[in-house]
């Protein structure tokens, strides 16, 4: 959670002073979408075009994915919310603008039952108490609904009356699991997990493809502008049917998957292995068979293709905030493909990147010359709008091979 250092006064959220989440609450949605384009020109126009921003049609609630923390506090009993930002103080949150409103709803609900069940929530110094998070995840499209709940222990008192509650007061929920983290530590999610109710996973369906999701998978929280983000990514790609491509940083194979029926062959590479195992059987549920999916670090995977001999018509790339690595734009700059597709949530780490592609990494090094050949041309780039009334930017951007 970031603070934005510029005095709040929206009135639009009982919790934005302490939360930090939104900073852009004073702006219009237009003055919004007018400052990040601006942000982005500034660190990127010199590598080429940037495109006018894509925004959303209706900006709020548009989160699919919602974590709360729980706490008691005192004259409060048990309150669910979200960290003070550098703090581990919980702000209680009921509502949220940014969220799903059945999620909200359905947290809501938790809060109520642990009271009449006597749950108490976690205490982060003493290790006591039992409810620890609780993550909601809602298929856009489908309409299913994941809940999963994170204790300090495994046993749950009285589980199939809390999940018969909670199901009875929630008709729409698709699945409820039991996830235990006892440990410290920030990260929400343990590696424990039990399913209490369902399936234990939601699809979705995006680009015309049913995609699964697990707990722990990565999936975009915003997926109405994701469809608009892919419809860009693939008509940078530009493919024919005649393409062997590589999805790198793939999660759950929402990019390649999408992409499969215009290509010959999909290669997907992927480090988390939940992630991967949904991206296999996205596959399979999906028809497709011309789609393998590895499970591997991004650039020592690619390296191992170079080695390989294999040859690439087009890379997407969709790293984390922290950019890729040398070695895996080495590896691509090894590769040759006529494009690449980079998706990136960090404008910051993208410029670097764009910087070592346009100038042909360590390739121009050893070959001592300037440039030259061996770096990539920004053909465009467009900024969309994943995460509006937060300073966050998504972008696309086409490199062609010069
Ligand atoms: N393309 C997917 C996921 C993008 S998020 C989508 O749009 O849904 C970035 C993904 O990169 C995450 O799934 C994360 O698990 C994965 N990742 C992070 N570091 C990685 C690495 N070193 N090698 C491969 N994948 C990595």
Redesign the pocket.
């Known amino acids: 959670m970031k603070q934005s250092g510029r005095p709040i006064r929206s009135n639009k959220c009982p919790a934005e002073r302490k939360c930090g989440g939104c900073q852009y609450l004073d702006l219009s949605y237009a003055e919004q979408l007018k400052k990040k384009q601006k942000t982005v020109e500034k660190l990127l126009k010199s590598y080429g075009r940037v495109n006018q921003i894509i925004g959303m049609e209706e900006p709020e609630h548009y989160r699919n994915k919602v974590h709360a923390v729980f706490d008691f506090q005192k004259g409060r009993g048990i309150v669910s919310g979200i960290y003070q930002e550098g703090t581990h103080h919980v702000v209680p949150v009921e509502e949220c603008l940014l969220e799903d409103r059945r999620a909200d709803a359905i947290i809501g609900s938790i809060r109520q039952l642990a009271k009449s069940f006597k749950l108490k929530a976690y205490d982060e110094d003493t290790g006591y108490g039992l409810l620890r998070h609780v993550l909601v995840r809602v298929g856009h499209a489908t309409g299913q609904i994941m809940v999963v709940l994170v204790l300090g222990s495994p046993i749950l008192p009285s589980k199939k009356n809390f999940v018969n509650a909670l199901c009875k007061l929630h008709p729409e929920i698709t699945t409820i699991l039991l996830n235990v983290n006892n440990k410290q530590t920030s990260m929400v999610l343990g590696e424990k997990e039990q399913v209490l109710y369902g399936k234990g996973y939601i699809e979705d369906v995006l680009c015309g493809r049913t995609f699964r999701i697990s707990s722990k998978?990565?999936?975009?929280v915003n997926a109405v502008q994701?469809e608009k983000?892919?419809g860009k990514a693939l008509e940078y790609a530009a493919l024919t049917g005649r393409e062997t491509v590589i999805?790198?940083?793939?999660?759950?194979?929402?990019?390649?998957l999408a992409a499969a029926g215009h290509v010959k062959k999909m290669i997907g590479?992927?480090?988390?292995q939940a992630?991967m195992r949904d991206a296999v059987v996205n596959a399979r549920c999906n028809g497709i068979r011309n789609a393998d999916f590895y499970q591997?670090?991004?650039?020592?995977?690619m390296v191992q293709l170079t080695e390989s001999g294999q040859k690439v018509d087009v890379v997407?790339m969709?790293?984390?905030r922290?950019g890729s690595?040398e070695a895996?734009l080495d590896a691509v700059l090894r590769l040759r493909p006529a494009r690449i597709v980079y998706?990136s949530?960090n404008p910051e780490t993208l410029a670097r990147d764009l910087q070592y592609l346009t100038r042909g990494g360590t390739l121009r090094r050893e070959s001592g010359k300037s440039g030259g050949k061996a770096g990539y041309q920004v053909a465009e780039m467009t900024p969309v709008d994943m995460f509006p009334f937060t300073d966050e930017i998504e972008m696309v951007c086409l490199l062609k091979s010069r």
């Not at 998978?217 to 975009?220: E, L, M, R």
Request: glycine content about 10%; hydrophobic content about 35%.
């Open positions: 998978s990565f999936y975009q994701t983000l892919y999805d790198a940083y793939c999660g759950i194979g929402t990019i390649g590479v992927e480090l988390n992630a591997n670090d991004a650039g020592r995977f997407f969709d790293p984390p922290s690595t895996f998706i949530c």
